[in-house]
């Protein structure tokens, strides 16, 4: 049986099951399920290397659940996502001699360095609901800016662990949990966490692994002062890695007809546990960063972090700049298991990330939906950065990017909802690989309950 007819029969199973229980209420009338389709074609292409370029197409296939709670003081639910992405071109096979592309974008490659004709993994999500507090273990999905999960390619990242969301007290969301592992979005492993920089005991054969954490403990909460101005404060603790303090400020202002967005974002950043000591580090437990040469605090966690953006709307218009400061010896860490990953940063953006330690960062956008010149469902976005000052024994090392995004939405008919995305960006830098990249992503959502 093909993994489409396995799809298919544990959906109309886990729903035949439903049907028979007792009746609980919202538990059933309050449950949902969709299965998300996702084509997406990968064109990167090295432009001042040798390196082979990387074109992949895939589709993928995303199964969500989501049950309401059974009734009583405490409600009780379960939610379930299954994943599955298969190969429609394979993008030739890394580290074979002459090739002009190699995959491994979107697919794991297999052990001829061939990517998988296709990969799935699955998770599921305990839950429960008290009042305005809930409970949620297993498979999760946080979106917080100290743990972001990433969704850039055919299919997203899972974590593991635990969580809890209280929304008691009426403007204030209060969040923690410990997440234990991942998924990264090309893989089917559940892997340990850590941040980039992270190594093999110094001297070790190249089988060791590399060091790894299996708890990451996040709490904090968002306030909204006004209805117009919130407050954030958010802590996370990768153990042997890294603690991280975080404070944003988001304001909306009526401004000339239009909104005036600011997001104002402080991180402050330094080592835990065995990154905090040279041991330590020497057990693989290190970050990237430029340290110069015989330095004792060479891997260790040093950073802070602040940026501004400010962003207009009008009339479909939307204009942005920003600026982002880099200082410390270290990188910007954030959990980073090396198989792409998300940070929380105004400059993280389709290739490059602008994270680098001492790095300065601007950056302009605008954008425009075209609903106002009535064709609704279309929106045009382009947006540049530039950074330098990156510490290096390199003098003047300094990067840009320029991205395209263009989307369409299709608002009636018998495809309404289907979506067409073209992703354009260009990366160039003097220090690391440039690099022009298409993304094409064709998604559509059907509702199953």
Not at 121 to 132: D, W
Not at 359 to 374: C, P, Q, S
């Amino acid at each position: 049986m093909d993994k489409f007819s396995i799809m298919r029969v544990a959906l109309a199973g886990f729903m035949a099951q439903l049907m028979v229980m007792p009746a609980q209420g919202a538990f059933i009338e309050d449950s949902k399920a969709s299965l998300d389709l996702r084509n997406f074609y990968f064109n990167q292409d090295t432009r001042n290397q040798s390196a082979p370029s990387s074109k992949e197409w895939g589709q993928g296939f995303i199964l969500n659940f989501q049950s309401g709670f059974t009734e009583g003081t405490v409600g009780v639910g379960v939610d379930a996502i299954g994943l599955l992405g298969v190969r429609l071109d394979g993008g030739g096979r890394s580290g074979k001699a002459g090739i002009d592309r190699t995959p491994g974008a979107l697919f794991p490659l297999d052990s001829d360095g061939n990517a998988e004709h296709d990969y799935s993994k699955a998770g599921a999500t305990a839950k429960a609901r008290l009042s305005k507090t809930e409970l949620r273990v297993g498979t999760l999905l946080p979106k917080l800016p100290v743990v972001n999960y990433n969704d850039g390619r055919l299919l997203p990242q899972l974590f593991e662990g635990g969580q809890i969301t209280s929304r008691e007290i009426d403007g204030l969301t209060l969040t923690a949990g410990k997440l234990e592992h991942t998924k990264t979005r090309s893989s089917t492993d559940d892997i340990g966490l850590r941040i980039s920089g992270a190594a093999r005991p110094t001297g070790s054969p190249a089988t060791t692994p590399v060091a790894d954490a299996n708890a990451f403990y996040f709490v904090g909460g968002d306030y909204k002062l006004t209805k117009d101005l919130t407050a954030q404060y958010y802590y996370g603790n990768l153990e042997d890695f890294y603690q991280q303090h975080f404070l944003g400020l988001v304001h909306n202002w009526g401004v000339a007809g239009g909104n005036l967005k600011s997001d104002l974002r402080y991180f402050y950043s330094d080592s835990d546990g065995k990154n905090g000591s040279v041991s330590g580090r020497a057990e693989g437990y290190r970050s990237s960063g430029y340290w110069s040469a015989g330095d004792s605090k060479t891997g260790e966690v040093d950073n802070r972090t602040w940026s501004a953006l400010l962003t207009y709307s009008h009339s479909g218009h939307e204009l942005s700049a920003g600026y982002q400061q880099v200082s410390g010896d270290s990188a910007f860490p954030f959990l980073n298991q090396g198989d792409g990953a998300t940070a929380y940063l105004i400059t993280d953006r389709q290739i490059a990330k602008f994270l680098g330690a001492g790095e300065r960062t601007w950056l302009a956008g605008y954008g425009y939906d075209f609903g106002k010149l009535g064709v609704p469902g279309l929106k045009a976005s382009v947006v540049y950065l530039s950074g330098d000052n990156i510490d290096s024994a390199q003098s003047d090392r300094k990067e840009w990017e320029r991205d395209f995004r263009l989307d369409y939405t299709l608002q009636d008919g018998a495809l309404k909802g289907l979506g067409l995305s073209w992703r354009n960006a260009s990366f160039r830098s003097n220090a690391a690989t440039d690099m022009d990249e298409n993304r094409l992503i064709v998604s559509y959502s059907l509702p199953l309950l």
